[in-house]
């Protein structure tokens, strides 16, 4: 069955580093979310994107995150300059049609740790 | 804002025993309900849906039914298995206003005994 796959699976980073979280997803899906998990809170929406923008996003996503698809098959989130509140589990999901009864597929998600 | 509360965790049953997961929910528009599950160092995995009230979403044993009348998705299980031990997530989608984005539940730990 087609997966999201999500790299790396954990990546440690020096607080003010830049840090790239990278995702692949569903090959014909069209869709694609990022989500995060800090420890023991629950799992927030960041963002939304299709054809090629931002379609929707959280307070949480300020001018300190930015996403990208930079090619058929990526899809990137970026953090600028981290600090330590931005450790948490991040997953990237993706769904073939958009529409609120159409499923997410999440990836295994990419543990940040920042130091 | 839209939200979903869930029974507090972790839960530990035996084998075969029933179990209950409440989820409840608040939403402006008329929201997709879903119950995701996450193994152990594993990603989310939709484990059952339902898009409108009196819809029973069901799915490897577990069912869930959407209670308008309630705001409520129940994940309800007759008979669990070692092997359904992780995080059972509660989520809505809400379209009004264009969004598709999930909003969860804090997760619920479900830890079951031979």
């Known amino acids: 069955e087609p997966e999201v796959t999500q790299t790396p699976s954990h990546q440690v980073t020096q607080m003010g580093q830049e840090v790239i979280l990278r995702c692949v997803p569903i090959?014909?899906?069209?869709?694609f979310y990022w989500y995060r998990q800090i420890l023991g809170q629950k799992v927030e929406f960041l963002v939304s994107?299709?054809?090629?923008?931002?379609?929707?996003k959280s307070e949480i996503f300020d001018d300190q995150f930015s996403v990208e698809r930079p090619d058929g098959s990526n899809f990137t989130l970026k953090i600028r300059s981290t600090k330590l509140e931005d450790s948490a589990m991040y997953f990237c999901?993706?769904?073939?049609?958009?529409?609120?009864?159409?499923?997410?597929?999440f990836g295994d998600g990419t543990r940040l740790s920042i130091l | 804002g839209d939200s979903v509360t869930q029974m507090e965790g972790p839960v530990t049953l035996s084998e075969e025993a029933f179990l209950t997961i409440n989820c409840t929910y608040t939403?402006?528009?008329?929201?997709?309900l879903f119950w995701y599950v996450q193994y152990p160092g594993e990603g989310l995995q939709l484990l059952l849906k339902?898009?409108?009230?009196?819809d029973k979403g069901s799915n490897k044993g577990f069912e869930a039914t959407y209670r308008k009348e309630t705001t409520s998705f129940h994940l309800e299980k007759g008979s669990v298995q070692v092997s359904d031990s992780a995080v059972y997530f509660c989520?809505?989608?809400?379209?009004?206003?264009?969004?598709?984005?999930?909003?969860f539940g804090k997760g619920t730990k479900l830890t079951v005994n031979p």
């Open positions: 999901a993706s769904s073939d049609d958009r529409g609120s009864n159409q499923p997410q597929h």
């Open positions: 090959s014909n899906h069209l869709y």
């Open positions: 994107f299709y054809n090629n923008e931002i379609s929707e």
């Open positions: 939403a402006t528009g008329y929201p997709s």
């Open positions: 339902a898009t409108k009230a009196d």
């Open positions: 989520a809505l989608s809400d379209s009004q206003g264009g969004s598709e984005k999930l909003v």
